[in-house]
């Protein structure tokens, strides 16, 4: 990879100016091996995706996936096929959200549209103040966005109408990201660019708690930067966090307590596996900690610098996916790398575990990673 390309990364990952230069990605472990899913169907997407991490959604037998461009596509999840597509309109920024029988995206003029999942027809759109970077969450009659401007906004699913708005300040320098709004027991919970994560009730926004994660430090401001762009995970009464440059840590969803915290770097995603809270640092070193009390279980350092995905459970498998469209199965028990298959020539931007198989969001648009026939 060429200077230029990886001072490029730096930018992306940074947001604007003054990000130090990456290093160079970990070469492909040679004894990794061949994972136990192929490609079933790609779907190209049209768009420029740098800094976006368009997550698609699924309901039922159809996928939801949004083309930077200005699309709005339905596919069947166990062939590819193409049920409708919707023009925004406007270029799009945010993944699609699905419930209340609607697909929602958003674009970077703070637009929000809502299609009929059955056919694509517009049921309403309107325009809130920022730009919407991550996946609406559509839930218990409400559509909740975030902002990159430091905004948590409740709409009316029914007709767009705003409920309530919340708002955070937004430091100097940030990641160009926000993590998404997760549904929590009658609140809301998500994450902000100082380094803080909140619970806000369902019904008026009001904040139930909020714990910091994460403090700034440094003289600089990309030193400084500490932002809880990674979806937060609910499971099982506790919130699992992390920041960027921060900490990862357990919430106590309830009240707001902060179970426990260790140091590590987070930016693209967590996830819960069994016992075990894994993540992909930053650095790309993939960590599986006890969701007891944080303790290390194990690491996968063969993938450093390759700029990876948040990890998804898949088929009993942890998945990854890097910068040049590998996708890596590795063990929970162990952390061992299983074998790796390319889903496409792209950055790998997000993993979707389904019942028809691992639906991979990148660079030039979807793939569906499954058994192979007969198999």
């Given at each position: 990879?060429?200077?230029?390309?990886?001072?490029?990364?730096?930018?992306?990952?940074?947001?604007?100016?003054?990000?130090?230069?990456?290093?160079?990605?970990?070469?492909?472990?040679?004894?990794?091996?061949?994972?136990?899913?192929?490609?079933?169907?790609?779907?190209?997407?049209?768009?420029?995706?740098?800094?976006?991490?368009?997550?698609?959604?699924?309901?039922?037998?159809?996928?939801?996936?949004?083309a930077p461009a200005g699309e709005v596509v339905a596919a069947g999840l166990e062939d590819g096929r193409v049920h409708w597509r919707a023009a925004a309109g406007t270029g799009l920024t945010a993944g699609v959200g699905v419930g209340e029988?609607?697909?929602?995206?958003?674009?970077?003029?703070?637009?929000v549209l809502a299609f009929a999942l059955e056919d694509g027809r517009l049921r309403w759109r309107v325009t809130v103040e920022g730009e919407v970077l991550a996946p609406p969450t559509v839930a218990g009659g409400r559509v909740f966005l975030?902002?990159?401007?430091?905004?948590?906004?409740?709409?009316?699913?029914?007709?767009?109408?705003?409920?309530?708005?919340?708002?955070?300040?937004?430091?100097?320098?940030?990641?160009?990201?926000?993590?998404?709004?997760?549904?929590?027991?009658?609140?809301?919970?998500?994450?902000?660019?100082?380094?803080?994560?909140?619970?806000?009730?369902?019904?008026?926004?009001?904040?139930?708690?909020?714990?910091?994660?994460?403090?700034?430090?440094?003289?600089?401001?990309?030193?400084?930067?500490?932002?809880?762009?990674?979806?937060?995970?609910?499971?099982?009464?506790?919130?699992?966090?992390?920041?960027?440059?921060?900490?990862?840590?357990?919430?106590?969803?309830?009240?707001?307590?902060?179970?426990?915290?260790?140091?590590?770097?987070?930016?693209?995603?967590?996830?819960?596996?069994?016992?075990?809270?894994?993540?992909?640092?930053?650095?790309?070193?993939?960590?599986?900690?006890?969701?007891?009390?944080?303790?290390?279980?194990?690491?996968?350092?063969?993938?450093?610098?390759?700029?990876?995905?948040?990890?998804?459970?898949?088929?009993?498998?942890?998945?990854?996916?890097?910068?040049?469209?590998?996708?890596?199965?590795?063990?929970?028990?162990?952390?061992?790398?299983?074998?790796?298959?390319?889903?496409?020539?792209?950055?790998?931007?997000?993993?979707?575990?389904?019942?028809?198989?691992?639906?991979?969001?990148?660079?030039?648009?979807?793939?569906?990673?499954?058994?192979?026939?007969?198999?």
């Open positions: 990879m060429t200077r230029a390309a990886l001072l490029a990364m730096a930018l992306l990952l940074a947001g604007c100016g003054g990000a130090e230069v990456l290093d160079p990605p970990a070469p492909l472990p040679a004894d990794e091996g061949v994972a136990p899913l192929v490609p079933r169907w790609r779907l190209p997407l049209a768009g420029a995706v740098e800094g976006l991490r368009p997550r698609p959604a699924v309901a039922g037998d159809r996928v939801l996936a949004m029988g609607l697909a929602v995206a958003a674009g970077g003029e703070g637009e975030r902002t990159a401007e430091g905004r948590l906004l409740a709409l009316d699913a029914a007709d767009g109408r705003r409920l309530w708005v919340q708002e955070q300040a937004v430091p100097a320098l940030s990641l160009r990201g926000t993590a998404r709004a997760v549904p929590s027991d009658g609140a809301v919970v998500t994450g902000w660019a100082d380094g803080r994560v909140s619970a806000h009730r369902v019904a008026d926004g009001a904040p139930l708690w909020v714990v910091r994660l994460a403090t700034p430090r440094g003289t600089t401001e990309p030193a400084r930067m500490v932002d809880v762009d990674a979806d937060p995970v609910v499971a099982d009464g506790q919130v699992y966090a992390a920041a960027y440059q921060g900490r990862i840590g357990a919430i106590a969803a309830g009240g707001g307590v902060l179970l426990w915290a260790r140091d590590l770097s987070v930016w693209s995603g967590i996830a819960v596996a069994g016992e075990a809270v894994v993540a992909s640092a930053a650095d790309g070193v993939v960590w599986a900690l006890e969701r007891a009390g944080g303790r290390a279980l194990w690491r996968q350092e063969a993938l450093r610098n390759r700029r990876l995905s948040g990890p998804v459970l898949h088929a009993g498998l942890l998945w990854v996916g890097d910068l040049e469209g590998w996708v890596h199965a590795l063990d929970p028990a162990d952390g061992a790398l299983r074998g790796r298959v390319r889903a496409g020539e792209g950055q790998v931007l997000a993993l979707v575990a389904t019942t028809a198989g691992l639906l991979v969001r990148h660079a030039e648009g979807l793939t569906l990673l499954a058994a192979p026939r007969g198999g």
